[in-house]
């Protein structure tokens, strides 16, 4: 891999915008490397949009692969109605990748965005070659310490809105504040970014599809031994939004299951370990 530096320049600052549509939806997506291998698709996080994607991973995985970032349906700027189940958001993801052509992806979902990638995986085995779950897991599992809605802060004044990210997405830590900050500097270079931001529908219709998953009966735990497709797992060790005992129980519960803990790190650990991260996911899929 050649040298990749983390204050860029990036291919994420200046990707167009296109738009496809499928089943009366219009879809936004950016593409990004260029390979005649199957593309990564990026499937996002609670409350994300395509803009939230590091542009110093996205640099250092488009080395190899080319990339698809897209917001799925009701998502920042792409039209439609979100679905209120994962399974739902799942088949809109697969109308996207069919509405460009592409007979199979390889997919990365982060946090949220690893249930939808799940369902996607587990209802279309034959559009997903290798599935990356980064900070994400099987949703509910019995006698397992419970992930609350909105972390405890601490008792203090009313935390700004860069001071809440990072309480929540990094470890409170001289690296790990170091890390979040970079992290939020290289996100605010797109000049366009977040002029669509999730609305309160959609948030609201992702919240309900969260509560599904963290039900004994919408809990993708006893799903996953059905599911045969390569899966790596990757978690920060200090992750407060969904502990590292979730992908380890998932990983357990896989066929094929691989997870990689990352120290020092907490839900946003593939920003903060980019590079290592990065290595990592393409030596995944290039095997």
């Not at 992750?239 to 357990?252: E, H, K, L, Q, T």
């Amino acid at each position: 891999m050649p040298p990749i530096s983390p204050t860029g320049p990036f291919q994420a600052i200046t990707a167009e915008t296109q738009y496809v549509d499928s089943g009366g939806v219009r879809y936004a997506f950016r593409r990004l490397g260029a390979s005649d291998r199957p593309p990564l698709l990026f499937i996002q996080r609670f409350g994300g949009t395509m803009d939230d994607w590091d542009p110093y991973l996205l640099e250092i995985l488009a080395a190899e692969r080319s990339l698809l970032l897209f917001d799925n349906a009701g998502i920042g700027r792409s039209t439609g109605e979100t679905a209120s189940t994962f399974s739902g958001i799942a088949r809109a993801a697969a109308d996207f990748v069919e509405a460009l052509g592409l007979r199979e992806v390889n997919v990365l979902g982060w946090s949220m965005g690893g249930y939808v990638a799940s369902h996607l995986a587990l209802d279309r085995p034959d559009l997903v070659r290798r599935l990356i779950l980064a900070s994400s897991g099987p949703g509910y599992v019995d006698n397992a310490p419970p992930i609350p809605m909105a972390p405890q802060r601490p008792a203090a004044a009313p935390l700004s809105e860069d001071e809440e990210y990072l309480f929540l997405f990094f470890k409170d830590t001289p690296s790990g504040r170091a890390a979040g900050l970079a992290h939020l500097d290289r996100l605010r270079l797109r000049p366009d970014r977040m002029t669509a931001p999730p609305t309160p529908a959609s948030r609201a219709a992702q919240l309900a599809a969260r509560g599904i998953v963290m039900t004994p009966e919408g809990s993708l735990l006893p799903k996953f031994a059905t599911l045969s497709t390569p899966t790596l797992l990757a978690s920060g060790q200090g992750d407060i939004r969904i502990p590292s005992y979730y992908p380890y129980v998932a990983s357990r519960a896989l066929p094929d299951g691989k997870l990689i803990l990352y120290p020092d790190s907490g839900h946003g650990f593939l920003f903060q370990w980019a590079l290592g991260f990065g290595r990592d996911a393409l030596g995944f899929l290039r095997d």
